[in-house]
T-cell receptor
């Protein structure tokens, strides 16, 4: 079975631009969480979606938004990019309520210049 | 609010020697505990988890961890490391009232040398 997939693998954007990152969960998983990992640090929680509804939000500005589609895939959008948004963005999926293990994708490396 | 502290930022170890990575947490509610490994330029792989029951949990690749509630610790151990264990290791906590949100420590870089 395929694991969590993310696209694109890498991308380079300029300050002020907008970016969309995509994630497909493991088949059968209904929850998707997004994390930001700045170089040299542990991942920081951004959002969780379950059954297409936002279930949790971390301490990130409103420039960050996300959504989950009927097939449980998800998009993370970041507007008005700043240099500090350069990071590895990780998507994790889990089965659903009562399932605590999260399985991570390979991440999208975003560089803002 | 909860926090996770990994006490060592880097741990050098010789091949076939044992290793212990320390993790302490603080939380006002019950927690679930996890260890993840991250190889260079990759995502995170779940090594093991503690949800309930036996405080000694075994994971993949010969790793094990012990949950100590009184000391609020969840240290990771491996009796004999291989070169391939060179990676970054993250301890993570999920509180019982915050399903789906993992809080990670800063990570411990393990460097295994021959």
């Amino acid at each position: 079975d395929a694991g969590v997939t993310q696209s694109p693998t890498h991308l380079i954007k300029t300050r002020g631009q907008h970016v969309t990152l995509r994630c497909s969960p493991i088949s059968g998983h209904k929850s998707v969480s997004w994390y930001q990992q700045v170089l040299g640090q542990g991942p920081q929680f951004i959002f969780q979606y379950y059954e297409k509804e936002e279930r949790g939000r971390g301490n990130f500005p409103d420039r960050f938004s996300a959504r989950q589609f009927p097939n449980y895939s998800s998009e993370l959008n970041v507007n008005a990019l700043l240099l500090g948004d350069s990071a590895l963005y990780l998507c994790a999926s889990s089965l659903g309520t009562g399932a605590y293990e999260q399985y991570f994708g390979p991440g999208t490396r975003l560089t803002v210049t | 609010a909860q926090s996770v502290t990994q006490l060592d930022s880097q741990v050098p170890v010789f091949e076939e020697a044992p290793v212990e990575l320390r993790c302490n947490y603080s939380s006002s509610v019950s927690v679930y505990l996890f260890w993840y490994v991250q190889y260079p330029n990759q995502g995170l792989q779940l090594l093991l988890k503690y949800l309930s029951g036996s405080t000694l949990v075994k994971g993949i690749n010969g790793f094990e961890a012990e949950f100590n509630k009184s000391q609020t610790s969840f240290h990771l151990r491996k009796p004999s490391v291989h070169i391939s264990d060179t990676a970054e290791y993250f301890c993570a906590v999920m509180t019982t009232d915050s399903w789906g949100k993992l809080q990670f420590g800063a990570g411990t870089q393990v460097v295994v040398t021959p």
